[in-house]
């Protein structure tokens, strides 16, 4: 299983990024993806998921900002990521959930500031 984020950044806050997640070593058609993330000094917090069938879930803190989506086709899941506030800074995984085992990527720095 691999999972590879990429598309973070600096960004000034009431900004956009899009994150993107390469899956590879799976059946990702079949499988829950989410995205969670790490700001500095916190635990880790689970920001938005996505079951095989499109079903999505949003943390209240992310609803109304972010969307998450997937392409069955290119083996890539994206977070949609609107009117960013500082407090989105953090480190964003990518997650997949295969055969009941939970598997994260490495990470891509998200920064918003101005």
């Known amino acids: 299983v691999q999972l590879v984020e990429s598309g973070g950044g600096l960004v000034q806050p009431g900004g956009s990024l899009r994150l993107s997640c390469a899956a590879s070593g799976f059946t990702f058609s079949i499988s829950a993806m989410s995205w969670a993330r790490q700001a500095p000094g916190k635990g880790l917090e689970r920001v938005s998921g996505?079951?095989?069938?499109?079903?999505?879930y949003y943390a209240d803190s992310v609803k109304g900002r972010f969307t998450i989506s997937r392409d069955n086709a290119k083996n890539t899941m994206y977070l949609q990521m609107n009117s960013l506030k500082p407090e989105d800074t953090a480190v964003y995984y990518c997650g997949g959930r295969v055969y009941g085992h939970d598997y994260w990527g490495q990470g891509t720095q998200v920064t918003v500031s101005s």
């Open positions: 996505i079951t095989a069938d499109g079903s999505t």
